[in-house]
């Protein structure tokens, strides 16, 4: 196997994890938004918000 095939391989390995944690992560969002939740939960001293998307989350 010549490197640029090598590095063509670990190049489409890592394109095919990324891209199978993409869709993981985008089906829990879509069943965390499905399932009856109530919009903001407090516990203790904190309310956080389950309303919110991926890139509101920082």
């Not at 670990?10 to 965390?32: D, F, Q, T």
Request: aromatic letters at 6%; proline letters at 3%; one cysteine or more.
């Amino acid at each position: 196997m010549t490197l640029k095939t090598r590095k063509y391989l670990i190049a489409l390995g890592l394109l095919m994890v990324c891209g199978l944690y993409a869709a993981a992560a985008v089906r829990v969002e879509l069943a965390r938004q499905g399932a009856p939740v109530a919009s903001i939960s407090c516990k203790h001293d904190l309310c956080v918000p389950h309303t919110g998307w991926l890139s509101s989350m920082r």
